[in-house]
């Protein structure tokens, strides 16, 4: 077998090994990549529906202690048919027992059954513990002995606002059952969720078979609840634990197994026909160079050896014989003919010079190529997640937003169910007349007159500037403070504003405004954790001595860890438990203040809080 033949053999064997190889590793960093891609699906999924799940349980929270806190003050039998009406309009409601200052139940309801009236509750702490402190307490998540379905319940005092004693308290019991489809909307199609209660990880709610929730719980059980269990064949499971009101929850989002292959096949079979396709066309392409072409350099070498071969020979048959200028004559002439031989084989590495320049530059620019693919992947990636982050930051503050309007609303409603209990008292005294129906619809129309404009201010609050413009620090901080001053009322937070200069700054009024919100709503979350009583936020706004607008918001609330203040502007971080942050609120501030409006934003500890600087 010759050097072609050998070589030609060689190629062919070489490039058999990296068609092999190379579709291994293909499928190796295909497989790998899926298998990263559904786990992160999975784990956003699961922190989703963690924060759907407790947006749920407070929202229901909420509504239950709003009807309990409109009954105080009123008569038994007003009471009575305000807690008849929510039982019958709520289905997660179960069951309502109202009892007396000694604990005995005057009003009871209940779906499956009614507990008797007259009951001693004294003993249990569903009714003691709000008659003791006189603050609402909800208990642990339990089972229903009759039918094995979870609940929760919540209760609070009946505080006569006229003496400021406890007549009552008032017990609802929630059915947990439609947290199931609270968790299924918050995931995409062909994933399923659970959510799951204490070490044990017991399912109380999900839409997963039998076979799968035995496999669930026991994951949760060897993990903890911890990390996701990722097994691409199989299964990919995360969790997100959350806490409400004491009590500690799980949601899980589970993906069947199988999803790694059928997202890699497609790619996989169209990559190794395409591969194949080319190996085939590059052996019959090796053998044809191979065999027409050599190497620039073997060829030099070969022309070398056979410049020496020639000139030996000839020098020494030209020199035979030879004496003096004779002697000296033939030998310049023989030099002259290596000279010109020496030249030929000179110009020919020049041209196998050219070669490799030729070849090491089209290699550069291969090279170049790709680092601008893989630059263009990376920003398409880093788009995509500024896209994820800011979808994620208006989910968060549209749940910021619901739960500010329910604050601001809780007023409003409370004063017209007042009314209409007075019409039905009225109605039956004979006591309404002209005079009465007037007063009485105009008291109405200003409470919903109020109601309307509190969602005018929502919508114009929430528009989004697209023209930069010069606006006041003071009203745009004002109008942060229409959307979340209920919210800090009903949270026993007192706000202080000194505004020594009503500044104007140049940029988007209501981005602004929703960084002061954003900082806020922070402030309200640690003084609430932290703070039990005497909360207080301060706002102070002042012009730097370059002209520059200043905004100090600081608060009572404790502050913020030494080992984690300096990462409270980066992504995803939150120092809150699960499910109560997104991590991205201060984040956006951060973005909106100094890429989008060239100012400042800092962040410290001072005394027992925290400061805020923003500067404009």
């Known amino acids: 077998m010759n050097c072609s033949a050998k070589t030609v053999t060689g190629i062919c064997a070489a490039l058999v090994i990296l068609y092999a190889a190379n579709i291994f590793c293909v499928h190796a960093v295909l497989s790998g990549y899926a298998g990263k891609r559904l786990a992160a699906e999975t784990a956003s999924a699961a922190d989703m529906a963690a924060d759907r799940i407790s947006l749920t349980l407070k929202d229901i929270r909420?509504?239950?202690?709003?009807?309990i806190e409109s009954i105080a003050g009123q008569s038994e039998q007003s009471r009575a048919a305000v807690l008849s009406s929510f039982i019958q309009t709520k289905p997660e409601i179960t069951e309502i027992?109202?009892?007396?200052?000694?604990?005995?139940?005057?009003?009871?309801?209940g779906r499956a059954e009614t507990p008797p009236i007259g009951a001693d509750y004294s003993a249990e702490k569903s009714i003691s513990a709000p008659l003791e402190t006189k603050s609402t307490h909800t208990g642990q998540i339990r089972t229903d002995a009759s039918d094995g379905s979870p609940y929760i319940e919540i209760s609070a005092p009946l505080i006569n606002p006229e003496t400021d004693n406890t007549d009552g308290a008032v017990r609802i019991r929630i059915s947990l059952g439609m947290l199931k489809d609270a968790a299924a909307a918050a995931v995409p199609e062909g994933m399923k969720t659970a959510v799951l209660i204490g070490k044990d990880g017991e399912m109380i709610a999900g839409d997963m078979s039998p076979s799968e929730k035995n496999m669930l719980t026991a994951s949760a059980r060897l993990s903890g609840g911890e990390t996701h269990a990722f097994s691409p064949e199989e299964y990919i499971i995360s969790y997100s634990k959350f806490n409400f009101d004491?009590?500690?929850?799980?949601?899980?989002?589970?993906?069947?197994?199988?999803?790694?292959?059928?997202?890699?096949?497609?790619?996989?079979?169209?990559y190794a026909a395409a591969s194949l396709a080319v190996f085939l066309l590059a052996v019959p392409f090796a053998v044809f160079i191979v065999r027409r072409y050599r190497s620039p350099y073997e060829k030099c070498g070969e022309r070398m050896l056979e410049t020496e071969k020639v000139l030996e020979p000839a020098f020494t048959e030209a020199l035979k014989g030879k004496s003096g200028t004779e002697y000296t004559e033939c030998f310049l002439d023989a030099c002259e003919a290596t000279v010109n031989s020496l030249r030929r084989v000179s110009e020919e590495s020049g041209r196998c010079t050219a070669e490799l320049v030729e070849k090491r530059t089209e290699h550069l620019k291969s090279e170049i190529n790709e680092l601008q693919r893989k630059l263009k992947e990376e920003y398409t990636k880093n788009t995509k997640k500024d896209q994820m982050m800011i979808r994620q930051s208006r989910l968060a503050a549209m749940g910021e937003m619901i739960s500010n309007i329910a604050h601001q609303w809780r007023q409003p409603l409370?004063?017209?169910?007042?009314?209409?209990?007075?019409?039905e008292d009225s109605y039956r005294h004979n006591e309404i007349n002209d005079d009465y129906i007037r007063d009485t619809v105009e008291k109405s129309m200003e409470l919903i007159l109020h109601m309307s404009v509190t969602i005018d201010d929502f919508r114009n609050f929430y528009k989004t500037n697209k023209d930069i413009m010069e606006f006041s620090l003071k009203r745009a901080i004002d109008e942060a403070m229409k959307i979340i001053s209920a919210s800090l009322k009903n949270s026993s937070i007192d706000i202080e504003i000194d505004c020594k200069h009503d500044v104007t700054a140049h940029g988007y009024p209501n981005e602004f405004s929703q960084v002061i919100l954003n900082i806020l709503s922070n402030s309200k979350d640690a003084l609430i954790d932290n703070r039990p009583a005497g909360r207080l936020i301060k706002i102070s706004i002042e012009k730097t001595p370059e002209g520059k607008g200043r905004i100090i918001i600081t608060d009572n609330g404790g502050g913020i860890p030494a080992n984690v203040i300096d990462s409270v502007f980066d992504p995803y971080f939150t120092t809150k438990e699960q499910g109560r942050g997104t991590g991205i609120g201060l984040y956006m501030s951060k973005t909106i203040i100094e890429n989008n409006m060239g100012g400042k934003i800092d962040i410290a500890n001072i005394g027992d809080g925290t400061k805020?600087?923003?500067?404009?």
């Open 62 to 67: 909420s509504e239950s202690l709003f009807i």
């Open 97 to 109: 027992v109202a009892a007396d200052s000694e604990g005995f139940s005057w009003f009871t309801a």
């Open 246 to 270: 004491g009590n500690e929850l799980t949601a899980a989002a589970y993906l069947p197994g199988g999803k790694v292959s059928a997202l890699i096949s497609p790619s996989l079979k169209s």
């Open 414 to 423: 409370n004063a017209l169910a007042l009314t209409i209990q007075d019409i």
């Open 612 to 616: 805020v600087t923003v500067e404009l």
